[in-house]
């Protein structure tokens, strides 16, 4: 009943772009802290992004800063992460996770357990 949905993962070239959306049901995505995960062959799983609940305020780690954008539409119930530049670095099948804490989330944000995960999307980058 309660699930997170991602979408919109695929192949692009380098310097390409790609929107990834992250929708949930059977609980308001907006009173969760969103946070998106990655996790590459071979690697563990990395934090990539967030967005708080109720401030929005959001986070990036640093090797995606100016290129990737977290947003939030509430309407649909859905986060977004629009990446774009894409390196060859990137590809990882990417997740989206949600967090209820009420205070919600700080600097920390990546370090946290998450309540809810989704099945994850995978990104390629190849020319």
């Known amino acids: 009943q309660v699930q997170l949905v991602e979408s919109g993962g695929g192949l692009v070239q380098p310097g390409g772009s790609l929107r990834l959306s992250c929708a949930a049901s059977g609980f308001t995505l907006d009173y969760y802290a969103i946070g998106w995960f990655r996790q590459a062959p071979g690697k563990e799983r990395e934090g990539v992004s967030c967005i708080n609940n109720f401030d929005g305020t959001t986070y990036y780690r640093d090797s995606v800063k100016g290129r ?4 939030r539409d509430k309407a649909k119930n859905t986060v977004y992460l629009q990446m774009n530049s894409l390196k060859p670095e990137d590809p990882a099948v990417y997740y989206c ?9 700080g600097a920390g944000w990546y370090k946290y357990e998450y309540d809810y995960w989704g099945q994850g999307t995978q990104v390629t980058v190849s020319s």
């Open 68 to 71: 990737f954008t977290i947003s």
């Open 97 to 105: 996770a949600a967090d209820h804490r009420p205070a919600g989330l």
